[in-house]
């Protein structure tokens, strides 16, 4: 669980860096995903790693389309 709320945060600090008329879009996708997991097997850390990096290279994806 406390992996998971750094990933969140990380997540929510990248979302400040887009401009400010997408924020709220992004932070409620970003919001909505992560409670759609939130039933995910933790035991499964391999898995979960790779949810994570997933979320992240997405949000950076993102990050990069909106700020051209």
């Known amino acids: ?9 990380e997540m929510l600090r ?3 860096r887009l401009p400010k008329d997408s924020r709220p879009y992004y932070a409620k996708y970003a919001r909505e995903n992560f409670v ?3 039933d995910f097997d ?9 949810l994570f990096h997933r979320a992240y290279n997405h949000s ?9």
């Open 42 to 50: 933790a035991s499964d850390s391999k898995a979960l790693d790779e």
């Open 14 to 16: 990248l979302v400040r």
């Open 36 to 38: 759609n997991y939130r």
């Open 1 to 9: 669980m406390e992996k998971a709320l750094r990933v969140y945060a």
């Open 60 to 68: 950076l994806w993102v990050l990069n389309k909106v700020t051209r």
